[in-house]
Each structure stands twice: as C-alpha cells, then as structure tokens.
C-alpha cells in the first residue's frame, strides 16, 4: 500500500511541558487541549486566535467535553467535572488515593457518555496501572476498573461501528483491539491490532475518523500515522519535533487534524534544535474526523 504525507504546521507555540489531550467542542468552535504537569487546560478559538488557560491545581491527564457544556478531566488525584473550559470545579471523585505515586493519564468517552482513563505510575513502574470506566448514575459518579496491569495507560477510541476498542499501552509497542460491547460498556478478548518498532517511536494517543481508520501519533518519532482497519499503515503526517503525543480532527469540517506536542525529555541540545517543541500544530491531510462523543450523553 503506498503511503501519503503531509506536514503539519505550527498553530500555537504553547511551549508545553507535556501538551496532551486535544478535543475539538463543535458547539464552542474551539480546541481544548491540556499541559499536564502544569495542570493546565487551555482553549483555542482558530478563528479569533485567541487561547484561553485554566489552572485546575493539579496535574490533568486528559479532558473529554460533558453533555451540560462543561468538561470531565482525569488529573492526578482522580475525576473532576467542570464549568465550560475548567472555570469551576464542580464534582471530583478520588482515584488510587493511597497510590501517592500515581496519576491518571489519558482518556476518552464513549458513544453511550462514559469516559474511560487509566492510571500509571508516574516513574513507569510496570504493570501499575488500571483502565478505568466512569459514568454518571442519577448525580453520582461511578467509576469501574476495567483493565489492571497497565503500565503507561494512553491513546483510546472506537471503531465507527462501535463494536471495537482500540487501546494503547505505550510499553508494550502495541495498538491493541478489544470486542466492545456498548450497552454494557464492556471489553472482552484483547490482542495485538499493530505493533510499531521501537525506532519509530512509542505510540501515544490517537484518533479514529469518519472512515474507521486509526491515526496515532508516535512519541519520539516526529509524526502521527494513519492505519486502515486492516492494520496497514497508508498515510502520514510529519510533524517538526520528535515528541508527538496526541491528535484530533477538528474545525468546522472536521477536517483540521490538531496534533500536540512535548518538550519534557529533550536534551538542551534538542531543546534548542526544536525550539516549536510543546507546540500544538495542525495538517489538513484530507480525510474527515468525527464528533466527539460528550460525557453523560447516551
């Protein structure tokens, strides 16, 4: 199968220790993306430029939009539920609270509004983190371990037909593929879907757009790849720093992919060849994206 390329080019220069997460809200006209050390969550507006930063106090591993306009955010010390873009905390719940070394890590909502996020342990300590499921039951939230034995819990999403689960554990080199199913809001029968060489980087979080296939952005290795349902890598987009963490289609037509990116592990001399490192970028590499799906919306 041939391979296309793109590139993508520079949209805010964020300098992000860990930029993560991107989401694109539809009803905002905007894309949330977060700094998760510095527990920022920040909102971008493509059409006026301007970006809006919330601090929520904490490490934040990932956002998903809510069905009541706000945001469900996975932060260090477990769940919380905010006002529009991270004003206001609402409701938190406690994760792992005994686990001083832990912290959630990245997440994503499903087609019947649970959000799914692991943990990990912050020095990678092998197999110390869980998958977790969180949904809302009348005003309460309820949360559910799904998959224990996670080391760098990260990218997730659904194929279009909602009856697979694509999962990333950044350490074992994999995309893995679960049966999903959506009713229950369970995973059964896990194995390998891809498996990326060391050289080319970790893979990081992804997105799966309007045609069922799976873009995955590899950490250390400067770009996000696009694979079919099949498994066969058919389009890439190159980005210009090495440590790509996370991707989304968004914009009006949903055809903007928003890539973040990280400087946390450069060297000084990587650092200054890279000086855009931490950056959120964009590439219009042609396929569409999808809506994200909202928390509390079934």
Known sequence: MNCKTAKAELVVDAHSWIGEGPVWDGGGSRLIWIDVAAGLIHSFDPDTKVVTTHNVGQPVGSVALSADGG??????????????????????IEIEK?????????????CRGRFWAGTMDVDHAPGAG?????????SELKVLAQLRGTTISNGLDWSDDNRRMYYVDSATQRIDVFDFEAEAGL??????????????GLPDGMTVDAEGYIWVALFGGGRVQRYSPGGEVDMEVQVPVTLVTSCTFGGR????????????????????AQPTAGALFVSRPGPQGRPAFLFGHS
């Open 253 to 272: 037509d949903l055809r903007d992919l928003y890539i973040t990116t990280a400087r946390h592990r450069l060297t000084a001399t990587e650092a200054t």
């Open 187 to 200: 995973v059964t029968n896990r194995r390998p879907f891809v498996v990326i060489p060391r050289p080319d």
């Open 130 to 138: 869980t998958l977790y499921r969180v949904e809302q039951v009348d």
């Open 71 to 92: 945001l469900i955010a996975a932060m260090r010390d477990g769940i919380g539920l905010f006002r529009d873009e991270g004003e206001e905390l609402i409701r938190f």
């Open 98 to 110: 005994d686990l001083t070394g832990s912290r959630m890590n990245d997440g994503k909502c499903d």
